[in-house]
């Protein structure tokens, strides 16, 4: 998979809170991500909108094969549905059990599939 790059100011993770910085309150965030990621039905609908809206995020996120790219999806669906940074929400994951986050994790996993199979072009090969 070719790496794509794109400038901050068009990611719509920054636009939706993702970056905000460490003096967000925290108070509940944990409950709020644990939450949404136990929702699967609404955890889904988030990660749709995320493949197919988020064009700018998901290139410059979903082509670095070294990151964490099923907890980017995560922390993504919590900025989109709570405008919460993921510094902030990523240990409510910890809040599940082993089966809530095995599920979590295929549900991201079947997502970012989608994004690849569905929305990735590979710009070495368009002309």
């Known amino acids: 998979m070719t790496r794509i790059f794109h400038p901050y100011d068009k990611w719509e993770d920054y636009k939706h809170g993702f970056y905000g910085g460490m003096d967000y309150p925290k108070d509940g965030t944990l409950e709020l991500y644990a939450s949404l990621l136990k929702d699967l039905p609404r955890f889904e609908a988030a990660l749709q909108t995320i493949i197919s809206e988020w064009?700018?995020?998901?290139?410059?996120?979903?082509?670095h094969e070294g990151m964490n790219r099923i907890a980017y999806l995560g922390q993504a669906a919590c900025a989109?549905?709570?405008?919460?940074?993921?510094?902030?929400?990523?240990?409510?994951?910890?809040?599940?059990?082993?089966?809530?986050?095995?599920?979590?994790?295929?549900?991201?996993?079947?997502?970012?599939?989608?994004?690849?199979?569905e929305y990735y072009v590979d710009p070495k090969k368009v002309q």
Do not use: F, R
């Open 55 to 63: 064009k700018y995020s998901c290139e410059h996120n979903l082509t």
């Open 80 to 117: 989109l549905v709570y405008n919460v940074p993921h510094n902030v929400c990523m240990g409510g994951y910890n809040l599940l059990s082993s089966e809530e986050q095995q599920a979590a994790d295929v549900m991201a996993q079947k997502y970012l599939d989608l994004w690849i199979k």
